[in-house]
């Protein structure tokens, strides 16, 4: 991160613990603050594990229990899978806002190919639990998705949502919750787990009425503008923000480059003047070599950076080979240096050339 952070910019390696907006002050873990004429907050998402009794002691001490969600416990995911010999690889979608909600199920087709690969489809079965209704929320997708789900003989539970994880037994422990209001309680056995954990707000956000939105506890800000809705020197970007769609790295590029302009209008003493459009990106790996590239808006439509023809909705390795290797170097050398802040102009530029 160091390597990265431009050397005219003081970097303070504390903590943040709070805020305090009426008075400009940033407060830090140590007992110092910090003042600020302008803030930008984005504190990312915090898995709230304690939402699933058994679960961080599961990641602690079980081998076959893992998750991509934490850089603390990556690295049991691969040795996991290879373990699995027979019974269930079960992966599991949280019942909160998650980041990425395509990255539960990317490794479960990931780890399909890996045990299919050794030879071992026949003897382990491969399962999926979601709390929707689909296995996507964008219909366009889904329903290709779906067609994936079939022809790899996944097994799907939707509305299921995990509660429970009897790690000692190997248990995960769910809510069938199509009736809400009484969910029932199903146990399934597994043989290795993939975990997406519940997530919740950032604590120095949401323990702040003034800073968070009354009914979610992200970061209080217009959705279009990304300026806070209360205080106009505060703007907010990332998964810390109150859209629950957009919580990707694809979405934190956008929103800079709004954020970029509208802080430049307020300095200024103009209003802000450019709006997001709730754009978002998650590029599906569905197996070794494919993948899906599903980019949509704030009301979950599709809002597609190529032409129709190129099909982003269909299986194809194009896909995979941009999300494998076009998009690391653009997230390191286009969107943490700066200069990319989304595709709209690229969207553009082929709405123009194909008359669109
Ligand atoms: C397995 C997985 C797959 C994903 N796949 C994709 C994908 O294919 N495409 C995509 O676009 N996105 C993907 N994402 C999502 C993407 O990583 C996030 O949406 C993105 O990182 C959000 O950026 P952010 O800056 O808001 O938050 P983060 O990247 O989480 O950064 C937040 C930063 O704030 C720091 N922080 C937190 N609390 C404090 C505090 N109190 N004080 C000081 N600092 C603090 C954290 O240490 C961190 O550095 C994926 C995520 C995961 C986990």
């Given at each position: 991160m160091g390597e990265f952070v431009p050397s005219n910019v003081h970097w303070e390696k504390q903590n943040v613990s709070g805020f305090d907006p009426d008075n400009n002050k940033v407060?830090?873990?140590n007992g110092d603050h910090l003042n600020y004429e302008y803030l930008i907050v984005a504190l990312g998402i915090t898995p709230d594990y304690q939402r699933v009794p058994g679960l961080l002691e599961a990641l602690e001490t079980a081998p076959?229990?893992?998750t991509n969600y934490d850089a603390k416990y990556v690295s049991k995911t691969f040795p996991a899978i290879q373990n699995t010999k027979k019974g269930t690889a079960l992966f599991t979608h949280p019942d909160t806002p998650v980041k990425c909600a395509g990255?539960?199920?990317k490794i479960m087709y990931l780890a399909e190919d890996?045990?299919?690969k050794s030879g071992l489809r026949n003897d382990?079965?491969?399962?999926?639990?979601h709390p929707g209704p689909a296995i996507f929320g964008v219909k366009k997708y889904a329903e290709q998705l779906a067609k994936v789900v079939a022809e790899k003989d996944i097994k799907t539970y939707f509305h299921h949502a995990l509660k429970e994880l009897d790690y000692k037994n190997n248990l995960a422990v769910f809510h069938n919750i199509k009736e809400p209001d009484s969910p029932v309680k199903v146990s399934i056995p597994?043989?290795?787990i993939h975990v997406s954990p519940p997530f919740k707000p950032p604590s120095p956000i949401a323990s702040n009425p003034k800073m968070a939105a009354a009914q979610s506890g992200y970061l209080d800000v217009n959705t279009q503008t990304l300026q806070h809705n209360k205080y106009e020197n505060i703007f907010g970007l990332g998964d810390n923000i109150n859209i629950v769609s957009t919580k990707?790295?694809?979405a934190a590029a956008a929103q800079t480059g709004i954020v970029q302009k509208n802080l430049q209008s307020v300095m200024d003493k103009?209003?802000?003047s450019v709006f997001y459009d709730g754009y978002t990106s998650c590029p599906l790996v569905t197996g070794a070599n494919k993948g899906i590239l599903a980019e949509f808006d704030g009301n979950g439509e599709p809002l597609q950076t190529f032409p129709s023809f190129f099909g982003q909705h269909k299986e194809k390795k194009i896909w995979y080979y941009l999300k494998a290797h076009v998009m690391p170097t653009l997230y390191w050398y286009g969107m943490v240096k700066g200069p990319w802040t989304g595709p709209k102009a690229l969207r553009k530029m082929f709405t123009l050339g194909m008359g669109r």
């Open positions: 407060m830090l873990e076959n229990v893992c990255a539960p199920q890996q045990i299919r382990v079965d491969v399962a999926f639990a597994y043989e290795m990707t790295a694809a103009k209003k802000p």
